[in-house]
């Protein structure tokens, strides 16, 4: 079985620009999270996708922006760009909360650096 | 709010020893609590995953606890490799808000 899938591996930006970063989760996961993971700052939470719709945020500012599609397959959105974006950002997915979706699994990563 | 703390940030350890790393957690309302390993620039891998109701569970050299009422988890790796040298990472779970909670992390070095 397929684990989680992302792509890029890595991507290079300016600053200013805009990112999109792709995952595709375990076949059958309905969840799809987002996290990011900046130098010295540890892994932090960004976005949860559940069924096509955002079910929760971390504290992060409108321009981290994603979807889900039918599929459950997902789209990071960075817009603006700035420095401190550059980071390694995660995907996992699990099954639907409360229908043993407390495990989730994870993807190799993006490597986003903003120049 | 859920804090979650890992000490020590570093340990380096010769290889065959055992060892422990620790994780505590401020709210012990927690649905589970995982251990990863993450390997320089690489993604993380599920280790070892203790629901609320259980108090330790094992995978061949890793054995973790977990004491919700100290707000406490250990993860022991016995006989240490060279191999074994990665980030290890603690994250809670609360269940509703869909997120885990992240330790910064302890990073082991084993020298052969």
């Known amino acids: 079985e397929a684990g989680v899938t992302q792509s890029p591996t890595h991507l290079i930006k300016t600053r200013g620009q805009q990112a999109t970063l792709r995952c595709s989760p375990i076949?059958?996961?309905?969840?799809v999270y987002w996290y990011q993971q900046a130098l010295g700052l540890g892994l932090q939470f960004l976005l949860w996708?559940?069924?096509?719709?955002?079910?929760n945020r971390g504290n992060f500012p409108p321009r981290f922006s994603g979807r889900q599609f039918p599929n459950y397959s997902s789209e990071l959105n960075v817009n603006a760009l700035e420095l401190e974006d550059s980071a390694l950002y995660l995907c996992?997915?699990?099954?639907?909360?409360?229908?043993?979706?407390?495990?989730?699994?994870f993807g190799p990563g993006t490597r986003l650096l903003v120049l | 709010k859920q804090e979650v703390t890992q000490i020590p940030a570093a340990l380096s350890v010769p290889e065959g020893e055992n060892l422990v790393l620790n994780c505590s957690f401020t709210d012990s309302a927690i649905y589970n609590l995982q251990w990863f390993r993450q390997d320089p620039g690489k993604g993380l891998t599920s280790l070892l995953l203790?629901?609320?109701?259980?108090r330790e569970q094992t995978s061949g050299r890793l054995n973790a606890s977990l004491d919700k009422s100290s707000g406490r988890s250990t993860l022991y790796i016995a006989a240490s490799q060279p191999g074994d040298s990665a980030t290890y990472l603690c994250a809670a779970y609360g269940g509703s808000q869909g997120n885990l909670i992240f330790g910064k992390g302890t990073k082991l070095s084993v020298k052969p």
């Open positions: 203790i629901q609320s109701s259980q």
């Open positions: 996992a997915s699990s099954l639907l909360v409360g229908e043993g979706g407390e495990t989730q699994y």
């Open positions: 076949s059958g996961h309905t969840s």
């Open positions: 996708y559940d069924e096509g719709e955002e079910r």
